[in-house]
């Protein structure tokens, strides 16, 4: 595929950018040349979709964003620019207008909403001895211990922060569900994915991103590089091996500690 479009990677809470590590090397080693891993503050949806569209602004021709968790809300936000091509949510909140992360969680809370706890300060933690089995879980001990002791809080504020006008209803968008996730329940995912009538990604048993972001214990799994190759295949003409060129179901991926 010639022109490939430049690919923008937006972390979740509790991570930052550096949990993208094993997609940029994947992604790299088929022929994606501008990838780019945005650090944001987590302080708020407005926060954190300004230095979003910071970076996308600085990035000449077509972008796909990618977001992954609290992530998807970023894109959602901030996917509004002319030169952004389409969305890709792995495990992620899509809100609607005037929808927040907190509410959607609220309307069915994930298996892991009970290990979380607020600081004096107004941050919100994965509790350390609840980290591996909430969002590292197919990580090995060890792994899941440095996750837990050094995860990025966000202020618990930013749980509550709407979306004002969603990019997922006028740009391409591509949803991965996740269907053993402890953090945003499966249930909430699938809505949101069913909503937004997304064009159907790659196929693989493993879940999204298996090590991408590592949270919820994803290994590096070879299909990732496949689906968001397909995702960013806005730029080809349609035909066998290419972008469909009508929406179709998300596929549901099997359970693998996601």
């Known amino acids: 595929m010639a022109d490939k479009p430049a690919i923008v990677l937006v972390h979740g809470f509790w991570g930052g950018a550096a949990h993208w590590g094993r997609v940029i090397t994947e992604l790299h080693k088929r022929g994606f040349n501008s990838l780019h891993a945005v650090e944001i503050p987590l302080t708020s949806l407005v926060d954190d979709a300004a230095r979003t569209r910071k970076m996308v602004q600085q990035i000449e021709g077509p972008v796909v964003l990618v977001g992954h968790s609290y992530g998807g809300a970023v894109i959602t936000e901030a996917g509004d620019l002319s030169n952004v091509a389409g969305l890709v949510y792995i495990a992620a909140f899509a809100p609607d207008a005037g929808e927040s992360p907190g509410r ?12 979380l706890a607020s600081d004096s300060d107004g941050y919100l933690w994965i509790k350390q001895d609840k980290f591996h089995e909430s969002f590292a879980q197919d990580l090995p001990p060890d792994e899941a211990l440095v996750m837990a002791v050094t995860q990025k809080a966000p202020l618990a504020s930013t749980f509550g922060d709407t979306v004002t006008t969603p990019a997922w209803r006028a740009k391409p968008s591509w949803y991965q569900v996740s269907t053993a996730d402890r953090m945003i329940h499966p249930d909430n995912e699938r809505r949101m994915a069913q909503r937004m009538n997304p064009r159907r990604i790659g196929t693989g ?34 035909g066998r091996g290419s972008r469909e060129a009508h929406p179709r179901p998300v596929r549901q991926v099997s359970p693998c500690g996601c």
């Open 104 to 115: 959607i969680s609220e309307e069915t809370p994930p298996a892991g909403m009970a290990n």
């Open 205 to 238: 048993r493993k879940p999204c991103f298996s090590g991408l972001p590592a949270r919820r214990g994803h290994r590096p799994d070879p299909g990732s590089g496949r689906r968001l190759t397909a995702a960013a295949g806005l730029t080809r003409t349609p």
